[in-house]
Structure formats: structure tokens, C-alpha cells
């Protein structure tokens, strides 16, 4: 257990950018980033010519219950789909009832990460949508103290849940900050286990 698994879906590549920024902050502390994907559950959202049955069209590995079930910590990130988890993910999740009867990720932290298209597209009834099945698992959900200036900036993303982005071409600079931090604050818990 020496890598955050940053665990997500990003059909459009936001959440994806999210997950990099967390990667950078997880990877300040010396701790390994573990970048995984689910994929699509609607064909018409697969790559015409994605050969690749282990990647997504971006480049990123496919998640097992095992990368899950080996990390010493998570960030959990999906889409708004209508203020709540992307099916992709949720349906990876409703796969690891296994893991929940055994208590493999009891007192592990995570954190949760979203986008949306809009500031009011639902970013804290996604990120809570995320942190139930954490819960669940009987992780330590670690949000973002107030602490960190970037929950400050009247726009874009940003909440004490988690990074959050709203979707232009690139972070916005407190966004990435965020996502940074969050990274950096998993990997540090993770180590005081």
C-alpha cells in the first residue's frame, strides 16, 4: 500500500485534468499517484477505434478491485450527472461489496473530486453523492479546510467537499491549487497510518 489511487471518470477530460493535479500533490510527498479509469457503460460513448480493452481513449488504465483493495489512499472523481456520481463509477463501486464484508478499506483516507458545466451544476450534491459509498467502506473522507485560499475566489470551482472545476479549456489556477492540495492531503494521511 505505498500509492493514492485516484480513481475516476471523465468522458470530456475535466475530471481528468482534476485527477493529474491531484497526481502532482500526491507525488510532492514521495507518495507513487496510481491514475485509474472505468469504462463507459453506453457504447455510443466508446472510441470507434479503441482497441485496447485494459485503457480508456485518453491513455488511462482501467481500474481492478485490486489497485482498489492494494491502496493506502483515494480520490474518488466524477462528473455532475444531475447533482449526483457518473453510472460508469457507480457501477465500478457496486462491485466492491466483497471489499465493504471484509473491511479492506476501513480507515483508509479519501477524498472526492467533481466538475460540472455550470457553478451551479451540482458540484457539492455530486462530491456528497461520492463521499456515501466511502462512508461506507468505512474510510476517512478528508475534505478541504478553509485554510486553503483557493476555497476563497468568487469563481470557478472550489468547496471544502473537494476540488471542483467548472468546465472551460484549462483549470483555473485556484482549481489546480485545489486539486493539488487534496492530493498532498491524502498522502500525508496515508503515511500517518
Same mark, same amino acid.
Request: glycine content about 10%; hydrophobic content about 40%; aromatic content about 8%.
Given at each position: 500500500?505505498?500509492? *493514492?489511487?485516484?480513481?475516476?471518470?471523465?468522458?470530456?477530460?475535466?475530471?481528468?485534468?482534476?485527477?493529474?493535479?491531484?497526481? !502532482?500533490?500526491?507525488?510532492?510527498?514521495?507518495?507513487?499517484?496510481?491514475?485509474?479509469? *472505468?469504462?463507459?457503460?453506453?457504447?455510443? $460513448?466508446?472510441?470507434?477505434?479503441?482497441?485496447?480493452? $485494459?485503457?480508456?481513449?485518453?491513455?488511462? =488504465?482501467?481500474? %481492478?478491485?485490486?489497485?482498489?483493495?492494494?491502496?493506502?489512499?483515494?480520490?474518488?472523481?466524477?462528473? %455532475?450527472?444531475?447533482?449526483?456520481?457518473?453510472?460508469?463509477?457507480?457501477?465500478? #463501486? !457496486?462491485?466492491?461489496?466483497?471489499?465493504?464484508?471484509?473491511?479492506?478499506? *476501513?480507515?483508509?483516507?479519501?477524498?472526492?473530486?467533481?466538475?460540472?458545466?455550470?457553478?451551479?451544476?451540482?458540484?457539492?450534491?455530486? =462530491?456528497? %453523492?461520492?463521499?456515501?459509498?466511502?462512508?461506507?467502506?468505512?474510510?476517512?473522507?478528508?475534505?478541504?479546510?478553509?485554510? !486553503?485560499?483557493? =476555497?476563497?475566489? #468568487?469563481?470557478?470551482?472550489?468547496?471544502?467537499?473537494?476540488?471542483?472545476?467548472?468546465?472551460?479549456?484549462?483549470?483555473?489556477?485556484? !482549481?489546480?491549487? #485545489?486539486?493539488?492540495?487534496?492530493?498532498?492531503?491524502?498522502?500525508?494521511?496515508?503515511?500517518?497510518?
Amino acid at each position: 500500500m505505498s500509492y *493514492v489511487l485516484i480513481l475516476f471518470f471523465s468522458r470530456t477530460g475535466h475530471i481528468a485534468k482534476l485527477a493529474e493535479a491531484i497526481g !502532482e500533490g500526491a507525488e510532492s510527498t514521495g507518495m507513487e499517484a496510481r491514475l485509474r479509469t *472505468v469504462p463507459s457503460l453506453h457504447p455510443s $460513448f466508446h472510441d470507434a477505434d479503441q482497441s485496447d480493452p $485494459f485503457m480508456d481513449a485518453q491513455g488511462y =488504465l482501467y481500474a %481492478s478491485k485490486e489497485d482498489l483493495a492494494d491502496c493506502a489512499a483515494l480520490a474518488l472523481g466524477s462528473p %455532475s450527472r444531475f447533482g449526483a456520481i457518473a453510472a460508469p463509477l457507480k457501477g465500478f #463501486l !457496486e462491485q466492491t461489496s466483497d471489499l465493504w464484508l471484509s473491511g479492506t478499506l *476501513v480507515d483508509r483516507p479519501a477524498g472526492v473530486f467533481t466538475s460540472a458545466s455550470t457553478l451551479h451544476g451540482g458540484h457539492e450534491g455530486v =462530491l456528497q %453523492s461520492m463521499m456515501m459509498p466511502l462512508i461506507h467502506h468505512g474510510m476517512v473522507v478528508c475534505g478541504l479546510p478553509y485554510t !486553503e485560499p483557493g =476555497l476563497r475566489q #468568487l469563481s470557478g470551482g472550489g468547496t471544502p467537499y473537494g476540488p471542483s472545476h467548472v468546465d472551460q479549456e484549462s483549470l483555473a489556477p485556484h !482549481e489546480h491549487a #485545489l486539486a493539488v492540495a487534496l492530493g498532498r492531503r491524502l498522502a500525508l494521511w496515508s503515511l500517518r497510518r
